[in-house]
């Protein structure tokens, strides 16, 4: 997403307003060029945001992680509880 955001910023947004002053100035001799120019930033911005939004589906639709299996109780861990391989600090348990 922030990938079409910058495309649209920095490539389609100056030649929106190049092209809006075309309605004053006239379109110059290489308007064609120009156009051709912001299409393929359209392009590129298109194929970014389809992208984005594929991934954000993936990922609403990927199956949740699965807990780790409940140990044995211990006066840390009650009855239940997950086991963890480290603690917050990286000490093994």
């Given at each position: 997403m922030?990938?079409?955001f910058l495309i649209t910023r920095l490539g389609n947004v100056p030649i929106n307003h190049k092209i809006n002053r075309w309605a004053v100035e006239?379109?110059?001799?290489d308007y064609a060029a120009i156009l051709t120019r912001w299409d393929y930033f359209h392009d590129l911005r298109t194929t970014t945001a389809l992208i984005a939004f594929a991934l954000m589906?993936?990922?609403?639709i990927r199956p949740p992680?699965?807990?780790a299996p409940a140990g044995p109780a211990t006066p840390e861990r009650p009855e239940g509880t997950a086991t963890y391989s480290r603690n917050l600090i990286g000490h093994n348990r």
């Open positions: 922030i990938a079409s006239g379109a110059p001799a589906i993936a990922l609403a992680r699965t807990p």
